[in-house]
């Protein structure tokens, strides 16, 4: 290798110097720009300048860190925003996209911030974030069973006011309270009542959107290709979406729960291994998951075993539920003091791990109970997995990087098989035994350990391949994971190299979510990691 001289060394110096203060100029000018055309915009810029945050504001990091659910992207090294604004009026939003496009800064909207790889509140390139945290406005309406929702309202206050209006009715979406409804509506959305009402995004019925050209668009005027695309296909290709009308769903006065736990040692592989066959065949009235996680024992030469937790919502009373049990599930051994008859609502408390008898209120606190570090990823099984490939899996538990590793389990059949895979974005419909969830959370921020456990999750997704669904190998939008593929950070990303992680999302709909990209936003002002690419750009 030719070792360059003092000179040259100095010279490439100076040329890295100009680089580095010509980029640090360039940001301070757009965000300085920004500011400006934003003064500009707003006839009236008082209206919203106390909702405009740049670095040198106080409240700055407080509003920046609120949301952010992984602290993966949290540490001082994660670009942050030129500047952050939490509208409180979708009038306000236009000027915002139009400054934005005006000086070529990226928008990431966030909701409430749940997104697994951060999207919705880092980018690689100068950003400004549209928080829609002051848009939790809910309004429902009981005579025609319906909602209409703001997206930075949560999932936890949206069941709360439901239940605050009707024992008799309830919302299929997720199971953590803290969830905003911008992501999870656009991404899906499944929680305990998917067996018998399908996704949250099954349930839209209308919606309002701000566009790349700042128009302010419900169902009817945004067209059923656009209103098809943002439930289930990611809003944020699409624009800025504000609020949902919902259908809200029956749900009897009375469910009930149960959650029981066996370990290696008390069958669980078998149960397991059995709960695969039948699942998805069950009443839909009746879901029941699994989770699993590593636990102490003291009964084992490592101290340590697998638990298979089997947690359950029965839309109906016990008495129906043992006999059904007994029929389809005896492995199990449920009796009636395992189970629990309670409102939906307090279903929803049991289900997130609040004591049952909590008050509904809880459901309102938009903190989540702990933020740690994460790395998540999904499957999809669609024959059972061999007891020997179940025993692999515990194997990789047992590994020190699984201490707070899960796999959480959600069974198919039902609802979710009826539905066609094209009537919106989310394919994975009949065919599906299960989704396979796994989660590993860490709590120090320490590059060389989260490498190790992201390392991980890595090799249990490579240990699964013989086990789940293959071309494609699908995978949950909403369980964002960037090891699928991503787009270029820059420029223009052919429709080849976006169908790499777009067709494990959204199998053939993907084809359909780029055509409605190329009419919607054509230059591709919308764009992250894995938004939808125009197809022009190729
Ligand atoms: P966030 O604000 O991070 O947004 C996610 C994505 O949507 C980003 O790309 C963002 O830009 C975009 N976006 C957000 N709001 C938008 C808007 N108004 N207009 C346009 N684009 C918008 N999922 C599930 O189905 N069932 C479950 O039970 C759970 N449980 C769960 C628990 C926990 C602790 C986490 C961290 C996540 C889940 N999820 C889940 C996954 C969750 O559904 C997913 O992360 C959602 O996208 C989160 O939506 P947020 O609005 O909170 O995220």
Same mark, same amino acid.
């Given at each position: 290798?030719?070792?360059?001289?003092?000179? =040259?060394?100095?010279?490439?110096?100076?040329?890295?110097?100009?680089?580095?203060?010509?980029?640090?100029?360039?940001?301070?000018?757009?965000?300085?720009?920004?500011?400006?055309?934003?003064?500009?915009?707003?006839?009236?810029?008082?209206?919203?300048?106390?909702?405009?945050?740049?670095?040198?504001?106080?409240?700055?990091?407080?509003?920046?860190?609120?949301?952010?659910?992984?602290?993966?992207?949290?540490?001082?090294?994660?670009?942050?925003?030129?500047?952050?604004?939490?509208?409180?009026?979708?009038?306000?939003?236009?000027?915002?996209?139009?400054?934005?496009?005006?000086?070529?800064?990226?928008?990431?909207?966030?909701?409430?911030?749940?997104?697994?790889?951060?999207?919705?509140?880092?980018?690689?390139?100068?950003?400004?974030?549209?928080?829609?945290?002051?848009?939790?406005?809910?309004?429902?309406?009981?005579?025609?069973?319906?909602?209409?929702?703001?997206?930075?309202? =949560?999932?936890?206050?949206?069941?709360?006011?439901?239940?605050?209006?009707?024992?008799?009715?309830?919302?299929?979406?997720?199971?953590?309270? =803290?969830?905003?409804?911008?992501?999870?509506?656009?991404?899906?959305?499944?929680?305990?009542?998917?067996?018998?009402?399908?996704?949250?995004?099954?349930?839209?019925?209308?919606?309002?959107?701000?566009?790349?050209?700042?128009?302010?668009?419900?169902?009817?005027?945004?067209?059923?290709?656009?209103?098809?695309?943002?439930?289930?296909?990611?809003?944020?290709?699409?624009?800025?979406?504000?609020?949902?009308?919902?259908?809200?769903?029956?749900?009897?006065?009375?469910?009930?729960?149960?959650?029981?736990g066996r370990t290696l040692e008390q069958n669980a592989t078998q149960l397991f291994h059995?709960?695969?066959?039948?699942?998805?065949?069950?009443?839909?009235?009746?879901?029941?998951?699994i989770?699993v996680s590593k636990v102490s024992s003291?009964q084992t030469r490592k101290n340590q075993t697998i638990n298979v937790s089997?947690?359950?919502?029965?839309?109906?009373?016990?008495?129906?539920?043992?006999?059904?049990?007994?029929?389809?599930?005896?492995?199990?051994?449920?009796?009636?003091?395992?189970?629990?008859?309670?409102?939906?609502?307090?279903?929803?408390?049991?289900?997130?791990?609040?004591?049952?008898?909590?008050?509904?209120?809880?459901?309102?606190?938009?903190?989540?109970?702990?933020?740690?570090?994460?790395?998540?990823?999904?499957?999809?099984?669609?024959?059972?997995?061999?007891v020997h490939?179940l025993q692999g899996i515990w194997r990789q538990f047992y590994?020190?990087?699984?201490?707070?590793?899960?796999?959480?389990?959600?069974?198919?059949?039902?609802?979710?098989?009826?539905?066609?895979?094209?009537?919106?974005?989310?394919?994975?419909?009949?065919?599906?035994?299960?989704?396979?969830?796994?989660?590993?959370?860490?709590?120090?921020?320490?590059?060389?350990?989260?490498?190790?456990?992201?390392?991980?999750?890595?090799?249990?997704?490579?240990?699964?391949?013989?086990?789940?669904?293959?071309?494609?190998?699908?995978?949950?939008?909403?369980?964002?994971?960037?090891?699928?593929?991503?787009?270029?950070?820059?420029?223009?990303?052919?429709?080849?190299?976006?169908?790499?992680?777009?067709?494990?999302?959204?199998?053939?709909?993907?084809?359909?979510?780029?055509?409605?990209?190329?009419?919607?936003?054509?230059?591709?002002?919308?764009?992250?990691?894995?938004?939808?690419?125009?197809?022009?750009?190729?």
């Amino acid at each position: 290798m030719k070792i360059p001289n003092i000179s =040259t060394l100095s010279f490439i110096l100076l040329l890295l110097f100009i680089s580095l203060s010509s980029r640090a100029a360039s940001a301070a000018d757009k965000h300085r720009d920004f500011l400006e055309c934003l003064t500009q915009q707003f006839k009236n810029y008082s209206s919203i300048s106390s909702n405009v945050y740049t670095p040198t504001n106080s409240s700055y990091s407080s509003v920046l860190r609120f949301s952010i659910q992984n602290l993966r992207f949290a540490s001082d090294s994660v670009p942050k925003p030129q500047v952050i604004i939490t509208p409180e009026h979708e009038s306000q939003i236009p000027p915002i996209i139009y400054c934005a496009k005006e000086n070529g800064l990226q928008i990431r909207t966030r909701s409430g911030g749940h997104d697994y790889e951060g999207l919705s509140y880092v980018s690689q390139v100068l950003f400004v974030i549209i928080d829609l945290i002051k848009f939790s406005e809910i309004s429902v309406d009981i005579g025609e069973k319906t909602a209409w929702v703001e997206s930075g309202a =949560t999932i936890g206050s949206l069941y709360y006011r439901i239940a605050e209006k009707s024992g008799i009715l309830g919302f299929p979406a997720g199971v953590c309270p =803290t969830i905003g409804v911008g992501g999870h509506f656009s991404g899906g959305g499944y929680g305990t009542l998917m067996r018998k009402y399908g996704l949250a995004a099954d349930q839209v019925i209308d919606a309002k959107i701000i566009d790349v050209n700042g128009r302010i668009l419900d169902r009817r005027s945004m067209g059923e290709d656009l209103f098809w695309a943002i439930r289930g296909g990611g809003g944020a290709s699409f624009g800025v979406i504000v609020a949902w009308k919902v259908q809200l769903v029956d749900v009897p006065k009375r469910v009930t729960v149960f959650r029981i736990g066996r370990t290696l040692e008390q069958n669980a592989t078998q149960l397991f291994h059995r709960w695969q066959y039948i699942a998805s065949e069950l009443d839909k009235d009746l879901l029941i998951g699994i989770t699993v996680s590593k636990v102490s024992s003291t009964q084992t030469r490592k101290n340590q075993t697998i638990n298979v937790s089997f947690y359950s919502l029965f839309l109906g009373g016990i008495d129906r539920l043992l006999p059904m049990m007994r029929e389809s599930f005896p492995e199990l051994g449920l009796v009636r003091e395992d189970c629990i008859e309670t409102s939906w609502i307090q279903s929803v408390l049991f289900h997130f791990g609040f004591p049952i008898e909590s008050p509904k209120e809880v459901l309102l606190n938009r903190t989540q109970r702990s933020v740690t570090y994460l790395k998540g990823k999904s499957n999809y099984v669609q024959k059972p997995i061999p007891v020997h490939g179940l025993q692999g899996i515990w194997r990789q538990f047992y590994e020190a990087e699984a201490a707070a590793a899960q796999l959480i389990i959600a069974p198919y059949g039902g609802r979710m098989a009826e539905i066609s895979e094209s009537a919106i974005p989310f394919p994975h419909r009949a065919g599906n035994l299960y989704k396979i969830q796994h989660l590993v959370f860490w709590a120090e921020e320490d590059a060389e350990r989260s490498h190790r456990y992201i390392s991980w999750s890595r090799r249990l997704y490579k240990y699964l391949t013989p086990f789940v669904s293959t071309c494609p190998r699908a995978a949950y939008l909403n369980y964002r994971d960037l090891d699928l593929g991503v787009n270029n950070i820059v420029g223009n990303t052919s429709y080849a190299q976006a169908s790499i992680w777009g067709k494990k999302y959204f199998n053939n709909n993907f084809d359909r979510l780029v055509r409605v990209k190329t009419i919607v936003d054509p230059d591709n002002f919308f764009r992250n990691e894995q938004s939808i690419p125009p197809l022009h750009s190729t």
